[in-house]
Nanobody, 123 residues
Framework: QVQLVESGGGSVQAGGSLSLSCEVS????????MGWYRHAPGKTREMVAV???????NYIDVVKGRFTISRDDDKNAVLLEMNDLTSEDTGVYYC?????????????????WGQGTQVTVSS
């Protein structure tokens, strides 16, 4: 059974930074595509970054240049470094194994969500 445990959230001022971690059990991050999502108040959950099993990284436009996704293979974890945060980055952040049937398809979360980690950015 795959379990996902996110941590590292907190409250910061605009312009600040946070480092999120998602520890994975039941599978290995090195053989999966992994995604970070966020669920902002009043909005649907959206993927913000993905790292493929061959280490290709993609981001949504609004976080490009500010967020960095990576893996910690020793800890079997996926990380999200977030810099220059704005109030628009506020939300609960989740990770998941992601899959898609073709390059033109959207990524889809593969397992039940963890509890997430809250990120609050005040302006």
């Amino acid at each position: 059974q795959v379990q996902l445990v996110e941590s590292g959230g907190g409250s910061v001022q605009a312009g600040g930074s946070l480092s999120l971690s998602c520890e994975v059990s039941g599978t290995y991050v090195t053989v999966n595509h992994m995604g970070w999502y966020r669920h902002a108040p009043g909005k649907t959950r959206e993927m913000v970054a993905v790292i493929t099993s061959n280490n290709i990284k993609n981001y949504i436009d609004v976080v490009k240049g500010r967020f960095t996704i990576s893996r910690d293979d020793d800890k079997n974890a996926v990380l999200l470094e977030m810099n220059d945060l704005t109030s628009e980055d506020t939300g609960v952040y989740y990770c998941n194994v992601v899959r898609r049937t073709s390059p033109s398809d959207r990524w889809r979360a593969a397992y039940d969500w963890g509890q997430g980690t809250q990120v609050t950015v005040s302006s």
